[in-house]
Structures are given as structure tokens and as C-alpha cells.
Nanobody
Framework: QVQLVESGGGLVQSGGSLRLSCAASGSFFSVKGMGWYRQAPGKQRELVASISASGGNTYYTASVKGRFTISRDNDKNTVYLQMNSLQPEDTAVYYC???????????????WGQGTQVTVSS
């Protein structure tokens, strides 16, 4: 069972930036798609961004396009989410997930991390 550990969350002012990291254990990282979900209080968990195993394909939900960038380093078994121009509506717990597939739309989440809180103040 893969273990996913997120880091990089915190409190930031509106317009600021954060970079989330998700370190994965196991030997199958480079052949699995990865994704970031978020869940705000009282709302359903939503897919924010995903990336294929090779990094050649990415997906972003409409509300973060142009502001967030997902990337991965297969040598370090780590996936990143660079978040710029953060807004209060981006406040949520952000979860890393490893897909059960190399690439798919929609993402097929398998294992989950414990989540990291992102809070954007106005």
C-alpha cells in the first residue's frame, strides 16, 4: 500500500502563493497518475488538478486554470502543486491521491494522503 504525505499548506493572504508537495512511498510512482483534490467545509471533495505518469498530460478544474500548476519529479517520487494568486475561495484541505491508472479523465483515485490545510485570508 502506497503512503502519501502532503506538506506545504498554511495561511497566506489573498494574492499570495503556496507550493504543496506530496511524497509517495513505493516503487510504482512513475507509472501512476497523480492528482490533487480539495475539500472546503460543507462542500464535496473536488478534483483540482491531475497529471499523467510521465507528466506529459495535465488537467485543471476551471477555477484554478492559469493560477495553479501541477508537476512531478519521478526521481524523487514527489508531486507538486504550485498555487499562485490564491483567493479566499481556495481555502480547503488539499489531498494528494495516486491514481489506479497511468492516465485517465476523470482521474481514478486510489490511495490518499492525510491532507494539508490551506487557508487564504482576505
Amino acid at each position: 500500500q502506497v503512503q502519501l504525505v502532503e506538506s506545504g499548506g498554511g495561511l497566506v493572504q489573498s494574492g499570495g502563493s503556496l507550493r504543496l508537495s506530496c511524497a509517495a512511498s513505493g516503487s510504482f510512482f512513475s507509472v501512476k497518475g497523480m492528482g490533487w483534490y480539495r475539500q472546503a467545509p460543507g462542500k464535496q471533495r473536488e478534483l483540482v488538478a491531475s497529471i499523467s505518469a510521465s507528466g506529459g498530460n495535465t488537467y485543471y478544474t476551471a477555477s484554478v486554470k492559469g493560477r495553479f500548476t501541477i508537476s512531478r519529479d519521478n526521481d524523487k517520487n514527489t508531486v507538486y502543486l504550485q498555487m499562485n494568486s490564491l483567493q479566499p475561495e481556495d481555502t480547503a484541505v488539499y489531498y494528494c491521491t495516486q491514481s489506479t491508472a497511468t492516465w485517465s479523465l476523470p482521474l481514478k483515485p486510489g490511495s490518499w494522503g492525510q491532507g494539508t490545510q490551506v487557508t487564504v485570508s482576505s
